[in-house]
């Protein structure tokens, strides 16, 4: 009974607001209050009214809204609703929506404090944790794009997936740089078509606008040189490829005359110092025919060295597995011929660009993030925990299925995995997927990297999974008091559940968990999804325009790999890209590496899913680690010739929307 005071917020959008007149009702413990029709929503605005109440309501548990139309349905992004209770000391209550609004539908928004399904003892939520699930299920139903290919949410044009996964503001930015970007394409194409390039220093033709800051300050060549070669395997666009040696690999075969490099080896491997970096995950994947024009792949071993001062440089090269019954193959050295050396750097940085593009950003980056909408009702804190995490990644998710890997699409234009080598890859990738690989501490350890103190990328992605884990741990504690809070939390173990057994194909016998049985398993697993989304896809997408120009990365090889050491500059240039690859390689890195105009740091979010004070502290702490982190990377930047800042608090995204 009383005067409630009540405030209605619209989101930023274009069409955010709405003609319609909205109604909303008061839903509490012990009774509920019809509102009427009291506004119609404007974009970008915060609506306050005051209404007198009869009946008594106790703790309000839901707002209820309905927008009413007659001839158009208008629809209307609410971001939330709050409620002051009767009295100047009146409790306040924040209901969540973000959302789109539409139809006649009622719509029943939980209050935001978060409730794990133990927490709801009195059942106060039940049917509406049940009807909502029943819903997402129906609206987030599991398709396969790919046989054999880990699921994703089904749909196949960005209509199919609910209007809360790409937001206007986004897509018109995100379309508008595609119409850019094509535009440029056709302009360099037109020109480009008549060059005639005898050098590798003539791909600079391409580079009309578009640089990075990182690529625009180097010596042209720069890109040559060993210590670039093997700056990139520690910190460059693909920094998870690495291993510290532990032994000579098997498939590693010293021809005749190439003792005195085994003896090196031998040296640098009992000083702990030899690293290697293993391509063999495309031996056997069919390479792509452009223009009629067979592609070629190979699937190297690197050997490398890491010296005193922290630089990492090339020792070996071997550029295929060697094959009972055949000659051994070459080992490539620094010793040889300048243009044979450059040549067999050339074959390792394109297989790099398949792995990267297939294997660590599409698959790792992207593909991983679809489970969580099915399974968790919004009043969840798990799902309040990840949703932002997870904004546009569905509609990007989407484009890249129907643009990039399809049939005719960007692949198999230009790349040598394409025209269906790249799904046999990416089928092979995720059959080989680990739960220690998602996480930094167990995979740095394993692969021997904690220790190397020139690997920016291993200490930096350590310390951001440390402090997204105490942000993990934090929210965790106010709504798990016990294990046994966590086992009996039904919810949960059901979302475990499909992500491991149906999303991810059965991955239980790679680590993945079935079940979560206590405080830390949880807070370990939302850490790795979180982590996932945003450090992790940071340090695999900001590299791209820095490291992946056509020289230094080709997208695909024209020519044989060499048989003898015998390799001139015409050859090099025969065997790199076309013109027009060359173009649209650097088109398309340059739209999916820029960086974006609509762009939400980590821990940045507008969105409020969490009303609580315990939970707002948690984040401002959240933040406040963040600040440092940045700083410190800042000043130790400052120091380095190539500052290293992909996982920079500030530049890293909250979610996966490029």
Partial sequence: MGVYRVRVSTGTSVYAGSKNQVELCLVGQHGEAALGELLRPARDQEQEFKVDVSEYLGLLLFVKLRKRHLLQNDAWFCNWISVQGPGDGGAEYRFPCYRWVQGNCILRLPEGTGCTVVEDSQGLFKKHREEELEERRKLYQWGNWEAGLILNVAGTSLSDLPEDEFLENKRVNFEDSLAMGLADLAVKRSVNILSNW??????????WCGYSKLAGQFPTPSWKEDAISGYQFLNGANPMLLRHSIQLPDHLVFPPGTEELQAQLQKELKGGTLFEADFSLLDGIKANVICSHQQHLVAPLVMLKLQ????????AIQLQLPRIGSTPPLLFLPTDPPMVWLLAKCWVRSSQFQLHEMQSHLLRGHLMAEATMRCLPSIHLIFKFIIPHLRYTMG????????????????????STGGGGHLDLLKRAGGLLTYSSFCPPDDLAEWGLLEVKSSYYAQDALRLWEITYRYVEGIMDLHYKTD?????????????????????????????????????????FVTMCIFTCTGQHSSIHLGQLDWYSIRNAPCTMWLPLP???????????????????????????????????????????EEEYFSSPGSKAVLKRFREEQAVLDKEIEVRNENLDIPYEYLRPSLVENSVAI
């Fill in 396 to 415: 990007i998710n989407l484009w890249a299925r129907n643009g990039l890997v399809s049939d005719c699409g960007v692949f198999d234009q230009v790349v």
């Fill in 198 to 207: 005898n050098d590798v220093d003539d791909f600079n033709w391409i580079f």
């Fill in 308 to 315: 005193s001062d922290g630089q990492l440089l090339p020792m």
């Fill in 484 to 524: 046994v809070a966590v086992r009996d939390d039904h919810e949960l173990q059901n979302w475990c559940r499909e992500i491991t057994e149906i999303g991810l194909l059965g991955a239980q016998d790679r680590g993945f968990p079935t079940s979560l049985q206590s405080r830390a398993q949880v807070c370990h």
């Fill in 563 to 605: 048989t003898t050491k015998d390799a001139t500059m015409e050859m090099v240039m025969a065997t790199l890209p076309t013109v027009n690859q060359a173009t649209l390689q650097m088109s398309i890195i340059w739209q999916l590496g820029r960086r974006q105009p609509i762009m939400v740091p980590l821990g940045q979010h």
